[in-house]
């Protein structure tokens, strides 16, 4: 039974993540690259994964499995800085640093087994100012524009099956890794990896360069948000209407979010 619902979560954060991916990255030329990459941002594969959590193992371990999440997705979040930062000296360099400073510090938590949801929560907004507040000149990147230029079917295609392939393997790694690096790839910021591998691939350096904090920012409310409701909402309401009622506060803040990108 277990295994069929590891294949199962495997499928679905395949076709939800690399279908999102796909159609933001598409967003993201479309309305520039702030709009897409707050799009991007926006919890998908997170909803899937503790939803399964829920439905293998019961809604109580999965609002147990948000202890640290804050804390984790913060180093996400950094990640993306990092990116942006280092990337300067080409994609690949800023690529595998940046992920060399998300192994560091999420294997670092993990080793320490640090499980206190209050600590993790403070140093995460910490985490959430510093990205927030650090200006765009200091990353020496510019917002892109939008591009009219039309995306094939095929095309659209590729980025799905592209990202979505990504995210499964980091699923089926994060199942498959043991308790240490199992816990470290369920976090893994393969949703946005690819989206920066996309980008790159379809405008160049700097347009992923740009994709980076508008992604950070979006993910560190919105999906964060998500988990610390589904905390409190999954053991009083269920998985159903906790998903629900998590989704809900996720859109309050992606809807604030959205209108200081926005002015």
Known sequence: MIDSYLWSNIFFAFLVGGTWVALSTIAADRLGSKIGG??????????????????VQGPQVASQATSDFPLIYGFTGLFLIFFALISKKGFWIGLCGS??????????????GLE????????????LLFVYFIPEEHLRI??????????????????????????????????????????????????????????????GLEFSRTLAKPMAVSGLVTVVLYAIALRYAYPAYGLA???LASMGVSLIGAAFLYYLIKR
């Open 142 to 203: 510019r917002p892109q524009k939008t591009r009219s230029t039309p995306i094939s079917l095929k095309h659209l295609a590729f980025r799905a099956v592209f990202s979505g392939a990504i995210i499964a393997f980091a699923v089926f790694l994060s199942k498959a890794g043991g308790p240490l690096f199992g816990g470290a790839f369920a976090a893994f910021p393969a949703g946005f990896i690819s989206a920066l591998i996309i980008g790159n691939m379809a405008r």
């Open 99 to 112: 992920l060399a400073v998300w192994f560091a510090l999420t294997l670092s938590v993990a080793v320490l």
């Open 241 to 243: 209407l906790g998903t």
């Open 116 to 127: 206190n949801f209050e600590l993790s929560l403070i140093i995460y907004l910490m985490i």
């Open 38 to 55: 707050f799009l991007i941002g926006l919890p998908s594969t997170a909803i899937v994964a503790f939803l399964f959590i829920g439905i």
